[in-house]
């Protein structure tokens, strides 16, 4: 037999224990009678609308209820749109075609840069591109990001 108890290295004896003091009080320790049941109150999230209304309405208001309309079946892929920045375009070739494309511009061949491929869907118009004329596809272009390519000399190709 083990000599430990949980309570650290000596184990206490029976005699010193507080239960041996509260031997024939009633309520042993825990006030009036009704007191000391196991779940008085209920368990869990119970009477939030009926006897623990006020803390649900103080502490959680909005909890009980509806709001809006039901959307059976919600489904999350037709509002599926990565977008790519326009300063980050180039970045979807490589430099070698990037530069390629830049010392042989009179040759009247484009590069051309299929944002679909690459997994995005929309170009937004955010920051600069090099002066030099390019070919994009996408699904979706902002008004700003087909600007500054067709300022350049480039082209915005929709693709289905």
Avoid at 17 to 31: A, D, N, Q, S, V
Avoid at 68 to 85: A, D
Avoid at 127 to 136: A, D, E, N, R, S
Wanted: with cysteine; net charge positive.
């Amino acid at each position: 037999v083990s000599t430990q108890s949980t309570w650290g290295l000596f184990k206490m004896t029976v005699r010193l224990r507080k239960t041996r003091k509260l031997r024939g009080k009633t309520t042993f320790g825990h006030g009036r009678i009704i007191k000391n049941r196991k779940h008085s109150g209920g368990r869990g999230n119970a009477g939030g609308q009926h006897h623990h209304r006020i803390n649900f309405d103080k502490y959680h208001p909005g909890y009980f209820g509806k709001v809006g309309m039901r959307h059976f079946h919600l489904t999350q892929q037709k509002y599926f749109c990565p977008t790519v920045n326009l300063d980050k375009v180039w970045s979807l070739v490589t430099e070698q075609a990037r530069e390629h494309y830049a010392k042989n511009q009179n040759e009247k061949k484009i590069p051309v840069i299929d944002c679909v491929k690459a997994g995005y869907y929309k170009v937004l118009g955010k920051g600069l591109l090099p002066k030099q004329p390019v070919i994009v596809k996408a699904k979706f272009f902002s008004r700003i990001a087909e600007e500054k390519i067709k300022a350049v000399g480039g082209a915005c190709v929709t693709v289905a």
